[in-house]
């Protein structure tokens, strides 16, 4: 569900300041989705013409890019606009931002279904669109999009003896996406920092960290590489290269966010894990194999 390009390790932002900036540099993800500003409703159509197939989080992070990208040009502030009224138009009266295809391949998930990396994201880019765009209601919006976390629906929030899990994928059994999860306490964090009198999210935020906190050892796995998720596949789903680089640069950001000092610990133990051949090549060849026997995820 996320970009398919190496991610920068890091990105300007300011912890507790929404507006200061965001947690990953999406723009690569804006560069291969719209790739000439001057075409953008051309390329916007293509993302959103098929609502049934639609991807909200690649739509989510093309606004995020955009509002990324407009912080030096400020003519991608269109995208960020045409983003965000879709989001709007997409949200139920409930707040579920819905997958409205089956998921088959890694994972398999019936329509609707929804997920908590989307529901986060989608509330990120509110909060900040909201400013940039000076319009209010998406901040309404953005609170709208976390309340099927802060309420717990449709599989989203999974209770573990270690504390709540959020889930990208809500499946049976749970999944535990690393990433996914990290998004979804992002937007938690952004709305609970633009809302102040609304401490649901923040709550739901600083419970679901410690609870990530304690169960980092559960992805790590050889010489401190890191697992996409902790489903019982037939085969460990190793993170990719891409995806480990993801999880190194969310943990350094998360480590900003909510100050412990076990998230950076991992976050350099998996860092140098990164730069030894002998573990990158571990986990390609684990990669490869996983995919052998689970095939990428496909929608229809």
Same mark, same amino acid.
């Given at each position: ?21 965001? *947690? ?6 804006? /560069? ?14 293509? !993302? ?11 739509? #989510?992070? &093309? ?5 990324? /990208? ?42 609707? @279904? ?9 509330? $990120? ?8 765009? &000076? ?14 976390? &802060? ?6 929030? &999974? ?26 306490? @992002?937007?938690?964090?952004? #709305?609970?920092? $633009? ?12 419970? $679901? ?9 559960? *992805?790590?796995?050889?010489?401190? @590489?890191?697992?996409?998720? #902790? ?19 969310? !943990? ?17 133990? @998996? ?11 571990? /986990? ?17």
């Amino acid at each position: 569900m996320i970009l398919q390009r190496t991610p920068q390790l890091t990105a300007p932002f300011v912890p507790g300041r929404p507006g200061d900036g965001y *947690y990953n540099d999406l723009r690569p993800h804006l /560069a291969r989705y719209v790739p000439e500003l001057r075409r953008f409703d051309e390329s916007f159509a293509i !993302l959103t013409r098929d609502a049934q197939h639609a991807n909200p989080v690649t739509v #989510v992070q &093309v606004g995020l890019g955009a509002w990324q /990208a407009a912080k030096d040009d400020r003519r991608w502030q269109r995208v960020v606009d045409a983003v965000a009224t879709w989001i709007v138009g997409r949200l139920g009266a409930d707040g579920a931002l819905e997958y409205r295809s089956a998921l088959r391949g890694t994972f398999r998930l019936d329509p609707p @279904w929804l997920s908590a990396m989307a529901q986060g994201e989608a509330a $990120s880019f509110l909060v900040r669109a909201a400013a940039t765009l &000076v319009r209010p209601e998406l901040l309404t919006a953005a609170v709208m999009a976390v309340q099927p976390l &802060v309420e717990g629906r449709a599989g989203l929030v &999974v209770e573990t003896p270690d504390g709540p899990v959020l889930e990208e994928y809500p499946t049976t059994p749970p999944s535990h996406v690393l990433n996914g999860w990290v998004f979804a306490l @992002w937007g938690l964090y952004d #709305v609970a920092h $633009s809302q102040p009198g609304d401490g649901a999210a923040g709550e739901l935020f600083a419970r $679901s960290t410690e609870t990530l906190v304690a169960r980092l050892p559960t *992805y790590e796995i050889f010489g401190g @590489w890191s697992r996409y998720d #902790v489903f019982p596949h037939p085969l460990i789903n190793v993170a990719s290269p891409f995806y480990h680089s993801l999880h190194v640069a969310q !943990l350094f950001a998360l480590s900003q966010l909510h100050p412990d000092d076990r998230l950076s610990a991992a976050a350099r133990r @998996w860092a140098t894990a990164a730069g030894r051949p002998t573990v990158y090549a571990r /986990a390609v060849v684990g990669k490869v194999a996983f995919r052998m026997v689970r095939p990428r995820r496909r929608r229809r």
